[in-house]
């Protein structure tokens, strides 16, 4: 019989009274592998870290449970466990990346999509403003493209005033959601204009990152955001 008591119930966790929640999010994983693309990974692993972070009082209590996140999975050693990781150490919070991507290497044997390696690997296109009314804010849209052009989607964040986010979305279907924003601009129900690259990147920087805590909607695409903002040229 083990003497060490962690030896039965797990690895060390700063939290360990959330030990079967990270042991949950282990077993979720293996959907992961199954997944059409980087894309649908990076949507789903930011849904986990929004459910992670709106239940978690603080910002030191945010890391210690990513970091607890990290150690459960690395523990756990399955193929959707380490494509788990591999996404974290791609789109999760910066803190975090470097753990995760160790923890992802130590889990090499098991094998992983075809996809993985284009996880967080996007580049920005254009940028476009949306006003539909004084009283409905701004919502901003930024494209991004996968390496080789692929992949087009988009980050559509609603601001309200004094630019508090209230509604932040992954549009996977970037032509579709241009072309009805036109309709509606031809209807006189809204305006739609380019906007400035190096300004959208600092004024979303500041939305993604600048509050305790956030809508509750809001938290599902928030990791994926604040990844995708600071991939965004200015300041």
């Not at 400035?196 to 928030?222: F, H, I, M, S």
């Amino acid at each position: 019989m083990p003497s060490d008591v962690s030896a039965v119930q797990g690895p060390r966790l700063t939290f360990p009274g959330l030990r079967e929640v990270y042991r949950a999010y282990a077993r979720a994983a293996g959907e992961l592998p199954g997944l059409p693309g980087a894309l649908q990974a990076e949507v789903w692993t930011s849904a986990q870290l929004g459910a992670l972070e709106s239940a978690a009082p603080h910002a030191e209590g945010r890391r210690a449970a990513v970091s607890d996140l990290i150690t459960t999975l690395r523990d756990a050693g399955t193929p959707g466990a380490r494509t788990f990781l591999r996404a974290l150490a791609a789109i999760g919070p910066t803190g975090a990346r470097r753990a995760a991507g160790r923890a992802a290497g130590e889990l090499a044997a098991q094998p992983e999509p075809e996809w993985a390696g284009s996880l967080g690997t996007v580049t920005p296109g254009l940028a476009w403003l949306i006003q539909e009314g004084p009283l409905d804010g701004d919502r901003l849209v930024c494209e991004f493209r996968y390496e080789g052009g692929t992949g087009l989607h988009a980050l559509a964040v609603r601001l309200s005033y004094g630019d508090a986010p209230t509604e932040i979305v992954i549009v996977g279907d970037v032509p579709g959601m241009m072309a009805a924003a036109r309709k509606a601009m031809q209807a006189e129900l809204c305006v739609v204009q380019p906007y400035d690259a190096a300004a959208v990147g600092p004024r979303l920087r500041a939305a993604l990152y600048g509050a305790e805590t956030y809508p509750e909607d809001c938290y599902p695409a928030l990791a994926l955001a604040r990844h995708r903002a600071s991939l965004l040229p200015g300041g």
